[in-house]
Protein backbone atom coordinates (compact mmCIF):
# COMPACT_ATOMS: atom_id res chain seq x y z
CA UNK A 1 0.00 0.00 0.00
CA UNK A 2 1.17 3.16 -1.35
CA UNK A 3 -1.61 5.72 0.73
CA UNK A 4 -3.58 5.08 3.63
CA UNK A 5 -6.62 7.42 4.38
CA UNK A 6 -8.32 7.63 8.40
CA UNK A 7 -9.93 9.69 10.16
CA UNK A 8 -7.39 11.90 12.90
CA UNK A 9 -8.11 10.03 15.73
CA UNK A 10 -5.80 9.37 18.57
CA UNK A 11 -5.74 5.22 17.60
CA UNK A 12 -5.02 6.10 14.10
CA UNK A 13 -2.25 9.02 14.81
CA UNK A 14 -0.26 6.14 16.97
CA UNK A 15 -0.44 3.54 13.99
CA UNK A 16 0.49 6.32 11.59
CA UNK A 17 3.82 6.61 14.21
CA UNK A 18 4.06 2.93 14.73
CA UNK A 19 4.48 1.86 10.87
CA UNK A 20 7.28 4.65 10.36
CA UNK A 21 8.77 3.48 13.54
CA UNK A 22 12.27 1.53 13.23
CA UNK A 23 10.35 -1.87 13.92
CA UNK A 24 7.71 -1.61 10.92
CA UNK A 25 9.36 0.71 8.38
CA UNK A 26 6.28 0.65 6.25
CA UNK A 27 6.12 3.39 3.24
CA UNK A 28 2.99 4.87 3.73
CA UNK A 29 1.60 7.96 3.32
CA UNK A 30 -0.84 8.61 5.37
CA UNK A 31 -3.64 11.26 4.31
CA UNK A 32 -5.84 12.07 7.18
CA UNK A 33 -10.11 12.62 6.05
CA UNK A 34 -12.87 14.15 8.16
CA UNK A 35 -14.79 11.76 9.98
CA UNK A 36 -18.28 11.11 8.24
CA UNK A 37 -17.31 12.25 5.23
CA UNK A 38 -21.36 13.24 3.85
CA UNK A 39 -21.87 15.53 6.81
CA UNK A 40 -18.68 17.80 5.32
CA UNK A 41 -19.94 17.45 1.80
CA UNK A 42 -22.83 19.36 2.50
CA UNK A 43 -21.78 22.31 0.48
CA UNK A 44 -21.40 19.88 -2.48
CA UNK A 45 -24.75 17.82 -2.01
CA UNK A 46 -27.45 20.64 -2.68
CA UNK A 47 -25.50 21.68 -5.44
CA UNK A 48 -25.80 18.62 -7.37
CA UNK A 49 -29.77 18.24 -6.14
CA UNK A 50 -30.00 21.60 -7.97
CA UNK A 51 -28.41 20.09 -11.15
CA UNK A 52 -30.97 17.45 -10.75
CA UNK A 53 -33.80 19.43 -10.67
CA UNK A 54 -32.54 22.00 -13.74
CA UNK A 55 -31.83 18.56 -15.66
CA UNK A 56 -35.19 17.35 -15.15
CA UNK A 57 -37.05 20.82 -15.48
CA UNK A 58 -35.01 21.11 -18.86
CA UNK A 59 -37.12 17.97 -19.85
CA UNK A 60 -40.26 18.83 -18.88
CA UNK A 61 -40.41 22.11 -20.54
CA UNK A 62 -39.39 20.32 -24.12
CA UNK A 63 -42.29 18.36 -23.69
CA UNK A 64 -40.50 14.99 -23.64
CA UNK A 65 -43.17 11.86 -23.69
CA UNK A 66 -42.82 10.02 -20.01
CA UNK A 67 -41.34 6.92 -22.05
CA UNK A 68 -38.28 8.71 -23.42
CA UNK A 69 -37.17 10.68 -20.18
CA UNK A 70 -35.07 7.61 -19.62
CA UNK A 71 -33.12 8.08 -23.27
CA UNK A 72 -32.45 11.54 -23.09
CA UNK A 73 -31.56 12.66 -19.27
CA UNK A 74 -27.74 12.14 -19.96
CA UNK A 75 -28.07 14.53 -22.56
CA UNK A 76 -30.50 16.78 -20.19
CA UNK A 77 -28.31 17.06 -16.90
CA UNK A 78 -25.26 17.33 -19.09
CA UNK A 79 -26.85 20.48 -20.67
CA UNK A 80 -27.87 21.68 -17.62
CA UNK A 81 -24.26 21.03 -15.49
CA UNK A 82 -23.05 23.78 -18.53
CA UNK A 83 -25.63 25.91 -18.47
CA UNK A 84 -24.77 25.93 -14.65
CA UNK A 85 -21.30 27.63 -15.91
CA UNK A 86 -23.48 30.98 -17.12
CA UNK A 87 -24.84 31.63 -13.58
CA UNK A 88 -23.87 34.83 -12.45
CA UNK A 89 -21.37 35.16 -9.06
CA UNK A 90 -19.82 37.76 -7.27
CA UNK A 91 -15.96 36.81 -6.59
CA UNK A 92 -13.85 39.46 -4.99
CA UNK A 93 -16.09 42.08 -5.81
CA UNK A 94 -16.15 41.13 -9.70
CA UNK A 95 -19.59 39.98 -11.25
CA UNK A 96 -18.95 37.31 -13.95
CA UNK A 97 -19.96 33.87 -15.16
CA UNK A 98 -18.72 30.74 -13.38
CA UNK A 99 -16.89 30.28 -16.64
CA UNK A 100 -15.27 34.12 -16.81
CA UNK A 101 -13.87 33.85 -13.25
CA UNK A 102 -12.06 30.37 -14.26
CA UNK A 103 -11.21 30.38 -17.98
CA UNK A 104 -11.86 34.14 -18.62
CA UNK A 105 -13.83 33.94 -21.11
CA UNK A 106 -17.41 32.21 -22.08
CA UNK A 107 -17.39 29.10 -23.90
CA UNK A 108 -17.83 30.07 -27.83
CA UNK A 109 -21.22 27.79 -27.71
CA UNK A 110 -22.80 30.31 -25.49
CA UNK A 111 -23.08 32.63 -28.33
CA UNK A 112 -25.39 29.96 -30.35
CA UNK A 113 -28.05 28.82 -27.52
CA UNK A 114 -31.43 27.48 -28.12
CA UNK A 115 -34.34 26.30 -26.42
CA UNK A 116 -33.05 22.52 -24.98
CA UNK A 117 -35.60 19.98 -26.87
CA UNK A 118 -36.39 22.86 -29.76
CA UNK A 119 -37.08 21.12 -33.04
CA UNK A 120 -34.85 21.86 -36.27
CA UNK A 121 -33.92 20.88 -39.32
CA UNK A 122 -30.88 19.37 -40.49
CA UNK A 123 -29.95 19.91 -44.00
CA UNK A 124 -28.10 16.60 -45.16
CA UNK A 125 -26.05 16.33 -48.46
CA UNK A 126 -27.91 15.77 -52.15
CA UNK A 127 -28.09 11.99 -52.52
CA UNK A 128 -27.05 10.91 -55.73
CA UNK A 129 -29.47 7.73 -57.19
CA UNK A 130 -27.90 4.43 -58.38
CA UNK A 131 -27.45 4.96 -62.55
Known amino acids: MKYIRIDNA ?3 RLLETRGKSKDWQFNWQVEYIPRDIPQHNHMA ?36 TELDGLVMI ?19 WAKHLRLFGEAGTVKVAKIVPNA
Open 90 to 108: TVKGKRATRYQHMFVQNPK
Open 10 to 12: GEN
Open 45 to 80: EPGLATLGNKGRALLVRANVPWKYPYHLYHEAFKTA
